[in-house]
């Protein structure tokens, strides 16, 4: 494992627990791809509720990681165009 994915897995495991432990690389990175995981970071960072479910069972279907992914990027536009740094 490479300097900058050590400190990928350590910046990402500060947000809540991440990875088994024997997990392979392969596995944390699909974790994290298929959006699941960022969302819940997303909620702690901005816990406002949204009508939008992400789907937690993926298993490698490209259209619901782009679904969950989509959401993300649709709360992080929230929270900087009309979150805390505009009140």
Do not use: C, W
């Amino acid at each position: 494992m490479g300097v900058s994915e050590e400190r990928l897995q350590a910046g990402v495991k500060t947000f809540g627990s991440f990875g088994s432990g024997n997990q392979d690389n392969l596995t944390m990175y699909m974790d994290l791809a298929d959006g699941i995981f960022l969302n819940q970071i997303m909620l702690q960072i901005d816990p406002r509720p949204t009508n939008q479910r992400i789907n937690k069972h993926v298993n490698n279907d490209v259209n619901l990681r782009i679904q969950n992914l989509t959401i993300l990027v649709r709360n992080i536009k929230t929270y900087y165009q009309g979150g805390p740094f505009l009140q």
